[in-house]
Protein backbone atom coordinates (compact mmCIF):
# COMPACT_ATOMS: atom_id res chain seq x y z
CA UNK A 1 0.00 0.00 0.00
CA UNK A 2 1.09 3.67 -1.09
CA UNK A 3 0.98 6.51 0.54
CA UNK A 4 1.26 10.18 -0.27
CA UNK A 5 3.83 11.98 0.76
CA UNK A 6 3.04 15.49 1.99
CA UNK A 7 4.81 18.07 -0.29
CA UNK A 8 7.45 20.67 0.58
CA UNK A 9 6.34 23.81 1.57
CA UNK A 10 7.42 26.08 -0.70
CA UNK A 11 8.01 30.24 -0.24
CA UNK A 12 5.64 32.36 -1.92
CA UNK A 13 7.00 35.65 -4.01
CA UNK A 14 5.16 38.55 -4.36
CA UNK A 15 5.81 39.73 -7.89
CA UNK A 16 4.09 42.96 -8.07
CA UNK A 17 0.34 44.71 -8.08
CA UNK A 18 -1.94 46.44 -10.34
CA UNK A 19 -4.77 48.70 -9.06
CA UNK A 20 -7.19 51.11 -10.53
CA UNK A 21 -7.18 54.90 -8.68
CA UNK A 22 -9.93 54.31 -6.38
CA UNK A 23 -12.79 56.87 -6.26
CA UNK A 24 -15.60 58.38 -4.13
CA UNK A 25 -18.88 56.72 -4.45
CA UNK A 26 -21.24 58.36 -7.11
CA UNK A 27 -18.32 60.19 -8.49
CA UNK A 28 -16.23 58.72 -11.98
CA UNK A 29 -16.80 55.27 -11.73
CA UNK A 30 -20.72 55.36 -10.49
CA UNK A 31 -21.39 53.43 -13.58
CA UNK A 32 -18.30 51.26 -13.24
CA UNK A 33 -19.27 47.61 -12.07
CA UNK A 34 -16.98 45.41 -10.09
CA UNK A 35 -16.31 43.46 -13.00
CA UNK A 36 -15.14 46.29 -15.57
CA UNK A 37 -13.02 47.71 -12.48
CA UNK A 38 -11.74 44.93 -11.55
CA UNK A 39 -10.55 44.06 -15.36
CA UNK A 40 -8.75 47.42 -15.37
CA UNK A 41 -6.69 46.42 -13.19
CA UNK A 42 -6.31 42.68 -14.04
CA UNK A 43 -5.64 43.85 -17.91
CA UNK A 44 -2.84 46.31 -16.39
CA UNK A 45 -1.16 43.43 -14.34
CA UNK A 46 -1.43 41.43 -17.88
CA UNK A 47 0.49 43.89 -19.64
CA UNK A 48 3.12 44.44 -17.39
CA UNK A 49 4.43 41.39 -16.64
CA UNK A 50 3.59 39.80 -20.11
CA UNK A 51 1.03 37.42 -18.77
CA UNK A 52 -1.16 37.22 -22.38
CA UNK A 53 0.16 33.92 -23.22
CA UNK A 54 -1.50 30.11 -22.26
CA UNK A 55 -1.21 29.31 -19.18
CA UNK A 56 0.85 31.88 -18.17
CA UNK A 57 -0.92 31.54 -14.35
CA UNK A 58 -2.48 29.00 -12.45
CA UNK A 59 -5.14 30.38 -11.10
CA UNK A 60 -7.35 33.98 -10.61
CA UNK A 61 -8.69 34.49 -7.34
CA UNK A 62 -11.23 37.65 -6.61
CA UNK A 63 -13.91 38.97 -4.57
CA UNK A 64 -16.72 41.60 -3.78
CA UNK A 65 -18.77 42.33 -0.95
CA UNK A 66 -21.24 44.41 -2.36
CA UNK A 67 -22.54 41.90 -4.93
CA UNK A 68 -25.47 41.84 -7.58
CA UNK A 69 -27.00 38.82 -8.42
CA UNK A 70 -25.15 39.28 -12.01
CA UNK A 71 -21.73 39.30 -10.13
CA UNK A 72 -22.15 35.98 -9.59
CA UNK A 73 -19.00 34.58 -11.33
CA UNK A 74 -17.24 37.50 -11.07
CA UNK A 75 -13.79 35.99 -10.97
CA UNK A 76 -14.67 33.92 -14.05
CA UNK A 77 -16.00 36.55 -16.14
CA UNK A 78 -13.34 39.33 -15.52
CA UNK A 79 -11.01 36.64 -16.97
CA UNK A 80 -12.94 36.00 -19.77
CA UNK A 81 -13.41 39.61 -20.86
CA UNK A 82 -9.42 40.54 -19.89
CA UNK A 83 -6.40 39.60 -21.96
CA UNK A 84 -5.68 36.61 -19.40
CA UNK A 85 -5.61 33.56 -21.06
CA UNK A 86 -9.87 32.29 -21.13
CA UNK A 87 -8.58 29.09 -20.15
CA UNK A 88 -7.48 30.30 -16.67
CA UNK A 89 -10.21 29.12 -13.94
CA UNK A 90 -11.18 31.45 -11.62
CA UNK A 91 -13.24 31.47 -8.30
CA UNK A 92 -14.66 34.05 -6.03
CA UNK A 93 -13.96 34.39 -2.01
CA UNK A 94 -15.40 37.22 0.51
CA UNK A 95 -14.43 37.47 4.05
CA UNK A 96 -16.00 41.41 4.51
CA UNK A 97 -13.27 43.99 3.95
CA UNK A 98 -10.39 41.17 4.44
CA UNK A 99 -11.32 39.58 1.05
CA UNK A 100 -8.72 41.28 -0.63
CA UNK A 101 -5.84 39.16 1.89
CA UNK A 102 -8.09 36.13 2.23
CA UNK A 103 -7.84 35.79 -1.72
CA UNK A 104 -4.07 36.47 -2.21
CA UNK A 105 -3.86 33.62 1.21
CA UNK A 106 -5.96 31.28 -0.83
CA UNK A 107 -4.26 31.82 -3.76
CA UNK A 108 -0.46 31.80 -1.88
CA UNK A 109 -1.50 28.11 -0.10
CA UNK A 110 -1.66 26.61 -3.87
CA UNK A 111 1.79 28.17 -4.89
CA UNK A 112 3.40 26.74 -1.72
CA UNK A 113 1.99 23.35 -1.89
CA UNK A 114 3.15 23.19 -5.47
CA UNK A 115 -0.28 23.11 -6.84
CA UNK A 116 0.09 25.71 -8.99
CA UNK A 117 3.12 27.92 -10.10
CA UNK A 118 1.83 31.30 -10.11
CA UNK A 119 -1.94 33.04 -9.79
CA UNK A 120 -3.35 36.33 -9.42
CA UNK A 121 -5.36 37.16 -6.42
CA UNK A 122 -7.24 40.72 -5.19
CA UNK A 123 -10.99 42.16 -5.44
CA UNK A 124 -13.51 44.65 -5.90
CA UNK A 125 -15.99 46.97 -4.47
CA UNK A 126 -18.36 49.34 -5.72
CA UNK A 127 -20.86 51.52 -3.20
CA UNK A 128 -22.25 53.50 -6.34
CA UNK A 129 -23.55 50.38 -8.12
CA UNK A 130 -24.88 48.76 -4.73
CA UNK A 131 -27.63 46.38 -5.27
CA UNK A 132 -31.12 47.16 -4.35
CA UNK A 133 -32.76 44.43 -3.46
CA UNK A 134 -36.17 42.98 -4.17
CA UNK A 135 -39.44 43.58 -1.34
CA UNK A 136 -39.51 40.54 0.83
CA UNK A 137 -42.87 40.86 0.39
CA UNK A 138 -43.10 40.91 -3.22
CA UNK A 139 -40.49 38.36 -4.08
CA UNK A 140 -43.01 36.23 -1.79
CA UNK A 141 -46.11 36.87 -3.82
CA UNK A 142 -44.38 36.39 -6.83
CA UNK A 143 -43.09 33.18 -6.04
CA UNK A 144 -46.44 32.08 -4.51
CA UNK A 145 -47.61 32.81 -8.20
CA UNK A 146 -45.27 30.85 -9.76
CA UNK A 147 -46.12 27.76 -7.55
CA UNK A 148 -49.69 28.20 -8.90
CA UNK A 149 -51.11 25.14 -10.69
CA UNK A 150 -53.69 26.98 -12.60
CA UNK A 151 -54.47 30.45 -13.88
CA UNK A 152 -56.93 31.10 -11.31
CA UNK A 153 -54.75 30.70 -8.42
CA UNK A 154 -52.30 32.71 -10.58
CA UNK A 155 -53.98 35.58 -10.59
CA UNK A 156 -55.39 34.80 -7.04
CA UNK A 157 -51.86 34.90 -5.91
CA UNK A 158 -50.76 38.58 -7.80
CA UNK A 159 -53.57 39.93 -6.28
CA UNK A 160 -52.22 40.23 -3.45
CA UNK A 161 -49.42 43.09 -4.80
CA UNK A 162 -49.73 46.36 -2.99
CA UNK A 163 -48.13 49.57 -3.95
CA UNK A 164 -45.43 49.08 -1.24
CA UNK A 165 -44.25 46.38 -2.25
CA UNK A 166 -42.50 47.71 -5.40
CA UNK A 167 -40.31 49.54 -2.82
CA UNK A 168 -36.51 48.14 -2.95
CA UNK A 169 -34.63 46.86 0.11
CA UNK A 170 -32.05 49.69 -0.37
CA UNK A 171 -28.83 47.95 1.23
CA UNK A 172 -27.58 49.50 4.54
CA UNK A 173 -24.05 49.95 6.40
CA UNK A 174 -25.30 47.41 9.53
CA UNK A 175 -24.07 44.79 11.30
CA UNK A 176 -27.42 42.21 10.77
CA UNK A 177 -26.86 40.95 14.75
CA UNK A 178 -26.58 44.87 16.50
CA UNK A 179 -28.51 47.18 13.59
CA UNK A 180 -25.73 49.20 14.25
CA UNK A 181 -23.45 50.52 11.19
CA UNK A 182 -19.50 50.14 10.90
CA UNK A 183 -18.93 53.62 12.43
CA UNK A 184 -21.09 53.22 15.05
CA UNK A 185 -19.28 50.43 16.28
CA UNK A 186 -16.47 52.34 16.09
CA UNK A 187 -17.57 55.10 18.08
CA UNK A 188 -18.19 52.55 21.22
CA UNK A 189 -14.53 50.93 20.41
CA UNK A 190 -13.45 54.78 20.59
CA UNK A 191 -14.90 55.71 23.74
CA UNK A 192 -14.15 52.07 25.45
CA UNK A 193 -10.16 52.59 24.86
CA UNK A 194 -10.02 56.55 25.28
CA UNK A 195 -9.37 57.27 22.07
CA UNK A 196 -8.54 61.11 21.32
CA UNK A 197 -10.23 63.22 18.54
CA UNK A 198 -6.79 64.91 17.85
CA UNK A 199 -5.23 61.56 17.94
CA UNK A 200 -7.76 60.89 15.03
CA UNK A 201 -6.95 63.89 13.20
CA UNK A 202 -3.19 63.60 13.70
CA UNK A 203 -3.34 59.87 12.38
CA UNK A 204 -5.66 61.18 9.27
CA UNK A 205 -3.71 64.06 8.54
CA UNK A 206 -0.62 61.89 8.28
CA UNK A 207 -2.07 59.41 6.07
CA UNK A 208 -2.72 62.53 3.42
CA UNK A 209 0.54 63.54 3.51
CA UNK A 210 2.48 60.26 2.94
CA UNK A 211 0.01 59.14 0.01
CA UNK A 212 0.99 62.38 -1.32
CA UNK A 213 4.38 62.08 -1.48
CA UNK A 214 4.57 58.16 -2.04
CA UNK A 215 2.78 59.36 -5.19
CA UNK A 216 5.35 62.85 -5.45
CA UNK A 217 8.60 59.91 -5.62
CA UNK A 218 6.84 57.66 -7.69
CA UNK A 219 6.70 54.74 -5.41
CA UNK A 220 3.06 53.91 -7.37
CA UNK A 221 4.10 53.94 -10.97
CA UNK A 222 3.76 50.88 -11.84
CA UNK A 223 0.83 49.77 -9.24
CA UNK A 224 -1.76 52.13 -10.24
CA UNK A 225 -3.19 52.09 -13.70
CA UNK A 226 -5.30 54.85 -14.93
CA UNK A 227 -9.41 54.38 -14.84
CA UNK A 228 -12.01 56.23 -16.52
CA UNK A 229 -9.84 60.13 -16.41
CA UNK A 230 -8.63 59.16 -12.91
CA UNK A 231 -4.30 58.64 -12.55
CA UNK A 232 -4.20 59.29 -8.70
CA UNK A 233 -7.01 58.36 -5.27
CA UNK A 234 -9.76 60.84 -5.73
CA UNK A 235 -9.69 61.02 -2.26
CA UNK A 236 -6.63 62.50 -1.27
CA UNK A 237 -5.78 65.73 -0.02
CA UNK A 238 -2.38 66.71 -0.21
CA UNK A 239 -3.10 69.37 2.10
CA UNK A 240 -4.90 67.84 4.61
CA UNK A 241 -3.87 69.13 8.25
CA UNK A 242 -5.13 68.85 11.56
CA UNK A 243 -6.39 72.14 11.48
CA UNK A 244 -8.46 71.91 8.93
CA UNK A 245 -9.98 68.09 10.22
CA UNK A 246 -10.27 69.47 13.66
CA UNK A 247 -13.10 71.97 11.99
CA UNK A 248 -14.90 69.15 10.85
CA UNK A 249 -18.39 68.02 12.65
CA UNK A 250 -18.68 64.62 14.11
CA UNK A 251 -20.65 62.31 12.54
CA UNK A 252 -20.74 58.89 14.42
CA UNK A 253 -21.72 58.25 17.88
CA UNK A 254 -23.59 61.53 18.38
CA UNK A 255 -25.12 59.69 21.25
CA UNK A 256 -22.99 60.05 23.80
CA UNK A 257 -21.08 63.02 25.38
CA UNK A 258 -17.82 64.27 23.19
CA UNK A 259 -18.45 62.50 19.79
CA UNK A 260 -14.99 62.20 18.09
CA UNK A 261 -15.30 60.68 14.64
CA UNK A 262 -15.73 62.91 11.84
CA UNK A 263 -15.90 62.60 8.04
CA UNK A 264 -12.47 63.42 7.94
CA UNK A 265 -10.75 60.68 10.28
CA UNK A 266 -13.30 57.83 9.01
CA UNK A 267 -13.31 56.26 5.48
CA UNK A 268 -15.55 57.42 2.69
CA UNK A 269 -17.08 55.43 0.79
CA UNK A 270 -15.01 53.84 -2.20
CA UNK A 271 -15.01 52.40 -5.68
CA UNK A 272 -12.14 50.50 -7.12
CA UNK A 273 -10.36 47.38 -8.01
CA UNK A 274 -7.02 45.75 -6.92
CA UNK A 275 -4.58 42.95 -7.81
CA UNK A 276 -1.48 41.03 -6.59
CA UNK A 277 0.93 38.69 -8.66
CA UNK A 278 1.84 35.84 -7.02
CA UNK A 279 4.34 32.92 -7.79
CA UNK A 280 7.06 30.45 -6.48
CA UNK A 281 10.78 31.12 -6.87
CA UNK A 282 11.41 28.96 -9.97
CA UNK A 283 8.39 30.47 -12.13
CA UNK A 284 9.76 34.36 -10.91
CA UNK A 285 13.41 33.04 -12.16
CA UNK A 286 12.07 31.39 -15.59
CA UNK A 287 11.03 34.68 -16.48
CA UNK A 288 13.74 36.92 -15.02
CA UNK A 289 11.41 38.70 -12.22
CA UNK A 290 12.67 39.93 -9.40
CA UNK A 291 9.99 39.26 -6.34
CA UNK A 292 9.13 41.91 -4.24
CA UNK A 293 8.97 40.10 -0.79
CA UNK A 294 7.55 37.13 0.03
CA UNK A 295 4.42 36.00 1.88
CA UNK A 296 6.01 33.95 4.65
CA UNK A 297 2.69 33.98 7.81
CA UNK A 298 -0.57 34.53 7.84
CA UNK A 299 -3.35 34.09 10.53
CA UNK A 300 -7.64 35.10 10.73
CA UNK A 301 -9.63 35.77 14.09
CA UNK A 302 -12.85 36.36 15.25
CA UNK A 303 -14.50 38.04 18.20
CA UNK A 304 -17.53 38.44 19.55
CA UNK A 305 -18.07 42.15 18.90
CA UNK A 306 -22.68 41.25 19.74
CA UNK A 307 -21.44 41.30 23.68
CA UNK A 308 -18.86 43.07 23.56
CA UNK A 309 -19.63 45.95 21.58
CA UNK A 310 -23.20 46.03 23.14
CA UNK A 311 -21.88 45.52 26.70
CA UNK A 312 -19.51 48.82 25.71
CA UNK A 313 -16.42 46.18 25.98
CA UNK A 314 -13.09 45.97 24.47
CA UNK A 315 -13.56 43.34 21.46
CA UNK A 316 -15.71 45.55 19.32
CA UNK A 317 -16.48 44.84 15.76
CA UNK A 318 -12.78 45.69 14.03
CA UNK A 319 -11.00 44.56 16.68
CA UNK A 320 -9.89 41.09 15.93
CA UNK A 321 -6.67 42.01 14.60
CA UNK A 322 -5.95 42.60 18.37
CA UNK A 323 -5.71 38.54 18.70
CA UNK A 324 -4.83 37.57 15.11
CA UNK A 325 -1.63 39.68 15.44
CA UNK A 326 -0.59 38.27 18.95
CA UNK A 327 -1.17 34.63 18.07
CA UNK A 328 0.65 34.69 14.11
CA UNK A 329 3.94 36.69 16.00
CA UNK A 330 3.91 33.98 18.70
CA UNK A 331 3.90 31.21 16.09
CA UNK A 332 6.60 33.02 14.05
CA UNK A 333 8.90 33.41 16.85
CA UNK A 334 8.91 37.40 16.32
CA UNK A 335 8.09 40.44 18.00
CA UNK A 336 6.93 43.79 16.65
CA UNK A 337 10.46 45.29 16.97
CA UNK A 338 10.95 42.39 14.17
CA UNK A 339 9.56 44.65 12.00
CA UNK A 340 10.15 47.56 9.36
CA UNK A 341 7.30 48.17 8.35
CA UNK A 342 3.83 47.78 9.65
CA UNK A 343 0.80 48.40 7.82
CA UNK A 344 -2.93 48.65 9.50
CA UNK A 345 -6.05 49.16 7.56
CA UNK A 346 -7.52 52.43 8.41
CA UNK A 347 -11.01 51.88 8.30
CA UNK A 348 -11.24 54.62 11.42
CA UNK A 349 -8.57 56.19 12.71
CA UNK A 350 -10.19 55.33 15.94
CA UNK A 351 -9.78 51.59 15.03
CA UNK A 352 -6.24 51.98 14.18
CA UNK A 353 -5.32 53.03 17.59
CA UNK A 354 -7.52 50.87 19.41
CA UNK A 355 -5.83 48.12 18.05
CA UNK A 356 -2.03 49.43 18.40
CA UNK A 357 -3.44 49.87 22.26
CA UNK A 358 -4.28 46.15 22.61
CA UNK A 359 -1.63 44.85 20.76
CA UNK A 360 0.23 46.68 24.01
CA UNK A 361 -2.28 45.61 26.47
CA UNK A 362 -1.29 42.28 25.45
CA UNK A 363 1.68 42.05 25.71
CA UNK A 364 3.45 43.69 22.58
CA UNK A 365 6.50 46.37 21.96
CA UNK A 366 5.04 49.56 20.83
CA UNK A 367 4.75 50.35 16.90
CA UNK A 368 7.39 52.78 16.05
CA UNK A 369 5.02 55.62 14.46
CA UNK A 370 7.75 56.41 12.03
CA UNK A 371 7.07 52.52 10.73
CA UNK A 372 3.22 52.64 10.26
CA UNK A 373 1.67 53.14 7.14
CA UNK A 374 4.47 54.51 5.69
CA UNK A 375 3.02 55.61 2.48
CA UNK A 376 -0.92 56.32 3.68
CA UNK A 377 -3.56 54.08 3.94
CA UNK A 378 -7.36 53.47 3.43
CA UNK A 379 -7.95 56.89 5.16
CA UNK A 380 -6.18 58.78 1.79
CA UNK A 381 -6.75 56.21 -0.42
CA UNK A 382 -10.33 55.14 0.27
CA UNK A 383 -11.70 51.87 1.11
CA UNK A 384 -13.61 50.06 -1.49
CA UNK A 385 -13.62 46.84 0.40
CA UNK A 386 -12.64 43.64 -1.22
CA UNK A 387 -9.56 45.52 -3.04
CA UNK A 388 -7.93 47.21 0.17
CA UNK A 389 -6.04 43.78 1.11
CA UNK A 390 -4.02 43.34 -2.41
CA UNK A 391 -3.70 47.04 -2.60
CA UNK A 392 -1.78 47.30 1.06
CA UNK A 393 -0.29 43.63 -0.06
CA UNK A 394 1.34 45.03 -3.18
CA UNK A 395 1.99 48.81 -1.68
CA UNK A 396 3.77 46.85 1.66
CA UNK A 397 6.26 44.80 -0.91
CA UNK A 398 7.11 47.46 -3.08
CA UNK A 399 8.56 48.99 -0.06
CA UNK A 400 10.25 45.87 1.12
CA UNK A 401 11.86 45.91 -1.79
CA UNK A 402 12.82 49.86 -2.15
CA UNK A 403 15.23 48.71 1.30
CA UNK A 404 19.12 47.34 0.25
CA UNK A 405 19.08 45.33 3.59
CA UNK A 406 16.71 42.32 4.92
CA UNK A 407 12.71 43.62 5.79
CA UNK A 408 10.05 42.44 7.21
CA UNK A 409 6.47 43.87 7.05
CA UNK A 410 3.45 43.61 9.35
CA UNK A 411 -0.43 43.70 7.49
CA UNK A 412 -3.64 44.13 9.83
CA UNK A 413 -7.19 44.21 8.48
CA UNK A 414 -10.05 44.26 10.47
CA UNK A 415 -13.74 43.32 8.63
CA UNK A 416 -17.22 43.54 9.40
CA UNK A 417 -19.21 40.99 11.11
CA UNK A 418 -16.11 41.04 14.28
CA UNK A 419 -13.39 39.06 11.92
CA UNK A 420 -9.68 40.18 11.37
CA UNK A 421 -6.97 39.23 8.54
CA UNK A 422 -3.52 39.72 9.17
CA UNK A 423 -0.12 38.69 7.13
CA UNK A 424 3.74 39.12 7.04
CA UNK A 425 6.00 39.79 4.17
CA UNK A 426 9.44 39.43 3.96
CA UNK A 427 12.79 40.72 1.76
CA UNK A 428 15.27 38.18 1.93
Known sequence: MSTLKPAAVRRVAVIGGSRVPFARSDG????????????????????RYGLQGPGAVGEFVAGAVLKHSRDFNLARETVLGSAL?????????????????QAVIAAANKIALGQTEAAIAGGADTAS?????VNDDLRKVLLEARRAKSPGSRLKALAKLRPGHLVPDIPRNAEPRTGLSMGEHAAVTARAWGITR???????????????????????????VPFRGLARDQNLRPDSTVEKLA???????????DPTMTAGNSTPLTDGAALVLLASEEWAAERGLEPLAYLTAYETAAVDFVRGDVADGEDGLLMAPAYAVPRMLRRAGLGMADFDLVEVHEAFASQVLATLAAWEKRGLAPVDRARLNVAGSSLATG???????????ATLAKLLAERDAPARGLISICAAGGQ????ILERT
Open 129 to 133: DAPLG
Open 383 to 393: HPFAATGARIV
Open 420 to 423: GVTA
Open 85 to 101: DARTPAYDIQQACGTGL
Open 28 to 47: PYATASNQEMLTAALDGLVE
Open 198 to 224: EAQDELAAASHRRLAAAYERGLLTDLV
Open 247 to 257: ALKPVFGLDAP
